[in-house]
């Protein structure tokens, strides 16, 4: 069965500092790899998704995320973040035998931007 | 695009209570989800719609559980006899032929 990982329950950061949002999934074949931010009182959004193809990630607000298949990895970060990042990032996996639609997430990290 | 909205946004009921919640999707959109999600912990996958076909059922999805979507259109999500344990977000999804979810606001039911 998969599963997810994200390492760090919290991580606080000053403004404009880089930050990287560690992610691991075990699965045993192929997968597609996704993040999303749930900002506070709003449902979540797709910050960026792996399908197939380069490993590097770009997606929305300045976030990137790379995809490491010999450590199972799929790590979230940002050059410079901003008070507004502030948010809850969730780590998902999903399998594509399946139509990639049975979607595991991790239990989140808190991202924590201050001043 | 108005996105995905359920109704109610919060629910509050007694133990044993039966509840119902709907989702409605962004129009054209052919798959639909649903997740429940608890304090600290990420959404986890309930059932899943292709049009009006539930194709996936969670084993967290006990026989109190139903859902439905007739005409492919929008969902509603049934709790019947409700427990304490069954107090969390209840959120919905939909998306194309692809693997990109949109998720409603939620519901947010507590059971007393």
């Known amino acids: 069965a998969q599963s997810v990982t994200q390492l760090d329950s919290q991580v606080p950061v000053f403004e404009e500092a880089p930050v990287e949002l560690r992610c691991n999934y075990s699965?045993?074949?192929?997968?597609?790899l996704f993040w999303y931010v749930q900002y506070p009182n709003q449902g979540l959004q797709l910050l960026l998704k792996?399908?197939?193809?380069?490993?590097l990630v770009k997606g929305i607000n300045g976030f990137e995320a790379e995809f490491n298949k010999s450590q199972t990895s799929f790590h979230l970060r940002k050059p410079s973040v901003h008070i507004s990042d502030t948010a809850e990032y969730f780590c998902?996996?999903?399998?594509?035998?399946?139509?990639?639609?049975?979607?595991?997430f991790g239990a989140g990290t808190r991202l924590f931007v201050k001043a | 695009d108005t996105g995905v909205s359920q109704n109610p946004r919060h629910k509050i009921t007694k133990r044993g209570q039966n509840v119902t919640f709907r989702c409605d999707p962004i129009?054209?959109?052919?798959?639909l989800y649903w997740y429940r999600q608890t304090l600290g912990q990420g959404p986890e996958f309930l059932t899943y719609?292709?049009?009006?076909?539930?194709?996936?059922k969670s084993r967290l999805l006990s026989d109190r559980f139903s859902a439905e979507r007739p005409k492919g259109s929008f969902s509603t999500l049934e709790i019947q006899r409700t427990e304490q344990g069954d107090s969390a977000m209840y959120l919905c999804?939909?998306?194309?032929?692809?693997?990109?979810?949109?998720f409603g606001p939620g519901t947010r039911l507590t059971v007393t």
């Open positions: 999804a939909s998306g194309l032929d692809g693997y990109e979810q949109y």
């Open positions: 699965s045993s074949v192929s997968v597609y």
């Open positions: 792996y399908l197939s193809g380069s490993t």
């Open positions: 998902a996996v999903s399998d594509p035998r399946t139509g990639g639609f049975k979607t595991i």
């Open positions: 129009s054209e959109h052919n798959r």
């Open positions: 719609f292709q049009n009006e076909a539930q194709l996936e």
